[in-house]
């Protein structure tokens, strides 16, 4: 039929310059709706003669087919269009400041207050290093001394992941996968992260940091540590600071200490004016980490690799970086500083 041609090619030049959805949908009604010509002769198609309806039914539909196809292709092509268009529109550049201006990062807390210890510690001679925090249960506990029935050795006091694999619980391991590689002398410090099933409260979190420091060497004693340890406190808590070693226990020193350092806030008196130091609890000292000579039987693990206990000693001490910046920084309570509030951390940026 010249009429449905005729249709097809008006339809055809609207929809092909139709400039947005809600004008193609006027033309999808205007063509293609239930009052559009093209339906009415689709409904008339029974009026017709006989021998004609198949003909102008055939191209009636074929006409619908083209439009609606067209009709899709054009929706598309404007979809398309006005993605591109709100995407130039809402681009940012990325190279250029924000608005407003948000000040630069900085480091957490721990990692500044780690970065500056293994800084003080390399000024007196160690070296860094690190050892896996997934360990096995002969480096962490066996080859350090502690005996079958050492507590520490229960499930309730560390995370195993396997019957001889666990979540180290102390950075100390590394004491003797250090001696296994080398001959002394030996000078090295091992922080990192350390894991112990601890409820958190104020003072304990069951993920936290420790610096563990190891010495072997010839004519080492108790006086060389009580000298590093000295020197590092200075460094962290002043040049005032005073250390004091008190008999302790643990399984591969001996002799073992506890080492306190003398309150850098009240200045070892106690006191700051009439009230009692807040810092201290008017005790005038600190407790900062645990230390010792390296037992014996820690280095007979050690011995194929050729130490002699007649010629070298050694000395190593642990601390925990939390609780060191908590001092420092006098962070009342561990907890925060894993709980990422900003209005915590912001307090210390670089150089507080």
Known sequence: MPELEQLQTEAEQAIGVAGSAAELEKLRVRYLGRKSELTSTLRSIGELAPDRRGPVGKQANQVRQALEALIERRSAEL?????????????????????PPQPAGHLHLVSQIRRRMEDVCMGLG??????????????????????????????????YLAERV?????????????????EPPIYVVVPGRVYRPDTPDATHVPMFHQLEGLAVDEDITLADLQGVLLAFAREMFGEATEVRLRPGYFPFTEPSVEVDVSCFRCKGTGY??????????????????????VDPNVLDYVAPSGYDKERVQGFAWGMGIERIASIVYEVPDLRMLFENDLRVLEQFGAGA
């Open 79 to 99: 979809e398309a269009a006005e993605l591109d268009e709100r995407l130039a529109r809402d681009r940012v550049d990325v190279t250029l400041p924000g608005d």
């Open 272 to 293: 700051e004016g009439a009230e009692r130091c807040g810092t201290c609890k008017g005790e005038a000292w600190i407790e900062i980490l645990g230390s010792g000579m």
């Open 166 to 182: 666990l979540l180290r619980t102390h950075t100390s391991p590394m004491q003797i996968r250090a001696m296994e590689l080398q």
């Open 126 to 159: 160690f070296s860094v290093v690190e050892g896996p925090e997934i360990e096995y249960e002969y480096y962490n506990f066996t080859a350090l001394n502690h005996p079958p029935e050492h507590p520490a050795r229960l499930p309730q006091d560390t995370f």
